[in-house]
């Protein structure tokens, strides 16, 4: 693995340039209970878009969230164009939520980061600027700013996974990822929860996928509670740990990715009064509350729901 992670600060860091990359990018917000953060995060990323990609979109995934976050992602989506809102009916998990929105990515580039507002998105310029030169390029923070357990917990993990997959990037779990949209070719995501991000890596690991770590800030939660320390979810991460030792044994370079398997979203659109056309496997159910539109999504139809 050491062959295949580099560390450099980026190709055209002193470079001076400034220009638009000519890039597509789908950026991915994960949300559950984060009504305090969500809007701020979206507004934070459509001034710093523009800079970074040609095109872009944002794709807001709500995992069954009980406070705000449902009508606040809809309302986001209705305000702007370029923003679209996935809502699981129950909380499914990170790992689901993840995938949903890689589902409904229809850009050459996915990058996702928590909604919590605990990472610099100004950032993201250092990740996109290896984008063209690796499959995968993660960040890792170089402080992380969590409570004593949750950076005992990380590091546990990350010694764990060292030993039982062989993956040995500095900060596994650190929700600022960027792929080429060809890597969800080959990688599966079947975990629900916390062990996506070790799912994915591993299974590029397996398949000599280039990946490159880049350091990032990160900042304390300023709303909010987080989900991922607590017992259930760390005893489910486990299991999935040991289901994913065992599937890696199998891994054949044959494997169909997510997007080979699972067809692309194509959204059930409901008109006001509930006449719905067809829509494509994807994630499960996927229904939109707005007019049928003969195309595949249009500007009206950016709110969804993910049974």
């Keep these: 693995m050491k062959d295949q992670i580099a560390t450099l600060e980026g190709p055209n860091a002193n470079d001076g340039t400034k220009s638009v990359p000519a890039i597509s990018l789908s950026v991915i917000f994960p949300a559950f209970n984060e009504e305090a953060n969500i809007e ?160 994915i890596l591993a299974q590029a690991n397996a398949f000599g996928m280039r990946i490159h770590e880049v350091r990032v800030s990160h900042y304390p939660r300023q709303f909010g509670k987080p989900s991922g320390a607590n017992l259930r979810v760390i005893a489910k991460a486990f299991r999935e740990l040991i289901r994913l030792y065992r599937q890696l044994r199998t891994v054949t370079h044959e494997q169909e990715g997510l997007y080979r398997t699972d067809k692309q979203i194509h959204h059930k659109v409901f008109r006001h009064h509930g006449v719905s056309e067809t829509m494509g496997a994807g994630v499960g159910a996927v229904s939109c509350r707005f007019s049928v539109e003969p195309a595949n999504e249009s500007a009206s139809s950016r709110g969804c729901f993910a049974e």
């Design 40 to 199: 701020r995060t979206v507004e934070s990323a459509r001034m710093i878009l523009p800079k970074l990609a040609q095109t872009y979109e944002i794709i807001l995934v709500n995992d069954g969230s009980k406070d705000g976050t449902t009508p606040l992602c809809d309302e986001l989506a209705d305000r702007y164009p370029d923003v679209r809102a996935i809502h699981h009916v129950d909380n499914r998990g990170y790992g689901a939520a993840l995938k949903s929105g890689i589902l409904a990515a229809r850009h050459d580039f996915i990058f996702f980061t928590d909604s919590d507002g605990q990472f610099d998105l100004e950032e993201l310029e250092h990740l996109i600027g290896w984008a063209s030169h690796y499959d995968i390029v993660t960040g890792y923070r170089g402080k992380r700013q969590d409570p004593p357990h949750r950076l005992i917990n990380a590091f546990g993990w990350k010694m764990l996974v060292r030993m039982v997959l062989g993956v040995k990037v500095r900060d596994i779990d650190c929700a600022f990822k960027v792929f080429h949209r060809s890597v969800f070719d080959r990688v599966q995501i079947r975990s629900v929860g916390a062990m996506v991000n070790t799912e």
